[in-house]
């Protein structure tokens, strides 16, 4: 998106607003699009919101985890600074959302809810082209977008362990080893089992690979149409969701949430960054992973437990709108030259 050897100085006021307008107007646009057709439907058709739930958890986010896993080409070296990367941020902003929310007052009930739409951010459906985006006027787009998919994973399998634990926190009535029974059967669990089955079948079977993948050719279309459906179904569940959110007394503390996922979460990133010693290419596209809008799943993981769906609604709803202020910034100041160690070979 920004030539990256430039200096900062060489960009107008115009150039910037033009980039939010791109960020917002091919990325964003269609979220918000595809969300608001699941409003429509929901106040007009009634849409049943467990169904969609079902579709979601148990149909298109296996599919899309399997077809990730499989498709990807990225070194081990680049996975392992990915995977920690990902996971140190993902410690840390637990720990700043938790003392935030304590700080304020949130009551015990909300602060999971709260917690899950700072720590699991929308790395897939937002995430992967913006980082095309960002990369693809120097050719890297695909290059950034295979790491980025290492960022959705570990946020997925994160999300379907730690964020059951935190989801189901809300119910009082549910027992630690509920809480593990429930993780042992979700699908998305077993789609990275069979990824990495798959994986390690694939090197066992060496040059007859490829032989083997041709004759099973209708399985893997399966998986290909049904992940293409993620998107959709995903954003018109938060959109039939926001449409059942009421106006009442219970008030949400949806700005902290916003601000600590768009704001404190970039600014954390750099600091894991400049922590590991990541530098140039890598560490713009870490730093750009990190500033994505509130992650659908953790909306859905709140319907799944009933523990404040409206909170994560919402959340879902005004980062993902705000997303193209801070997400430009982050990239102009990720590709900018501004910060020392960011420019190629830096």
Same mark, same amino acid.
């Given at each position: 998106m920004f030539d990256c050897c430039l200096p900062i100085a060489t960009y107008a006021a115009a150039d910037l607003a033009s980039q939010l307008w791109q960020v917002f107007y091919r990325v964003v646009m !269609?979220?918000?699009?595809? $969300?608001?057709?699941? #409003?429509?439907?929901? *106040? =007009?058709?009634?849409?049943? +919101?467990?169904?969609?739930?079902?579709?979601?958890?148990? #149909?298109?986010?296996? $599919?899309?985890?399997?077809?990730s896993l499989l498709t990807s080409d990225v070194s081990a070296g680049d996975v392992g600074v990915v995977v920690g990367f990902t996971v140190t941020l993902l410690t840390g902003l637990s720990a700043i959302s938790y003392l935030a929310m304590r700080l304020r007052g949130i009551p015990s009930d909300q602060r999971a809810a709260g917690m899950m739409t700072v720590i699991f951010y929308n790395s897939g459906n937002f995430g992967l082209p913006v980082?095309?985006? $960002? #990369?693809? !006027?120097?050719?890297?787009g695909a290059w950034a977008m295979g790491r980025q998919v290492f960022v959705m994973i570990t946020q997925n399998f994160a999300t379907f362990t730690y964020g059951v634990f935190l989801a189901a926190s809300g119910r009082k009535d549910r027992h630690w080893k509920d809480n593990l029974l429930h993780i042992a059967k979700f699908p998305p669990m077993y789609a990275i089992a069979a990824a990495l089955l798959t994986l390690g079948i694939a090197r066992l079977l060496g040059d007859s690979a490829p032989t083997v993948a041709g004759a099973l050719e209708p399985f893997w279309r399966v998986v290909v149409?049904?992940?293409?459906? =993620?998107?959709? /179904?995903?954003?018109?569940?938060?959109?039939?969701?926001?449409?059942?959110?009421?106006r009442g007394h219970n008030r949400y503390p949806v700005k902290l949430t916003v601000v600590l996922r768009l704001m404190v979460?970039?600014?954390?990133?750099?600091?894991? /960054?400049?922590?590991?010693?990541? *530098?140039?290419?890598?560490?713009? +596209?870490?730093?750009?992973?990190?500033?994505?809008?509130?992650?659908?799943?953790? +909306?859905?993981?709140?319907?799944? =437990?009933?523990?404040?769906?409206?909170?994560?609604?919402?959340?879902? #709803?005004?980062?993902?709108?705000?997303?193209? &202020?801070?997400?430009?910034?982050? &990239?102009? /100041?990720?590709?900018?030259?501004?910060?020392?160690?960011?420019?190629p070979g830096g």
């Amino acid at each position: 998106m920004f030539d990256c050897c430039l200096p900062i100085a060489t960009y107008a006021a115009a150039d910037l607003a033009s980039q939010l307008w791109q960020v917002f107007y091919r990325v964003v646009m !269609p979220v918000l699009m595809l $969300a608001g057709v699941g #409003f429509v439907l929901q *106040r =007009f058709a009634g849409l049943d +919101m467990a169904t969609l739930k079902r579709l979601n958890f148990y #149909f298109v986010i296996p $599919a899309l985890i399997y077809y990730s896993l499989l498709t990807s080409d990225v070194s081990a070296g680049d996975v392992g600074v990915v995977v920690g990367f990902t996971v140190t941020l993902l410690t840390g902003l637990s720990a700043i959302s938790y003392l935030a929310m304590r700080l304020r007052g949130i009551p015990s009930d909300q602060r999971a809810a709260g917690m899950m739409t700072v720590i699991f951010y929308n790395s897939g459906n937002f995430g992967l082209p913006v980082q095309d985006l $960002a #990369f693809g !006027p120097a050719g890297l787009g695909a290059w950034a977008m295979g790491r980025q998919v290492f960022v959705m994973i570990t946020q997925n399998f994160a999300t379907f362990t730690y964020g059951v634990f935190l989801a189901a926190s809300g119910r009082k009535d549910r027992h630690w080893k509920d809480n593990l029974l429930h993780i042992a059967k979700f699908p998305p669990m077993y789609a990275i089992a069979a990824a990495l089955l798959t994986l390690g079948i694939a090197r066992l079977l060496g040059d007859s690979a490829p032989t083997v993948a041709g004759a099973l050719e209708p399985f893997w279309r399966v998986v290909v149409y049904v992940k293409e459906a =993620f998107l959709a /179904i995903a954003l018109c569940t938060l959109g039939a969701q926001l449409a059942l959110v009421t106006r009442g007394h219970n008030r949400y503390p949806v700005k902290l949430t916003v601000v600590l996922r768009l704001m404190v979460a970039p600014l954390l990133a750099l600091g894991v /960054i400049y922590a590991f010693g990541v *530098r140039g290419y890598l560490a713009q +596209m870490l730093l750009i992973a990190s500033c994505s809008p509130t992650a659908v799943n953790s +909306m859905l993981m709140c319907l799944e =437990f009933k523990n404040h769906p409206d909170f994560a609604a919402r959340s879902v #709803f005004y980062s993902t709108l705000l997303s193209p &202020i801070t997400v430009t910034l982050v &990239i102009f /100041i990720a590709q900018s030259g501004l910060l020392p160690g960011f420019a190629p070979g830096g």
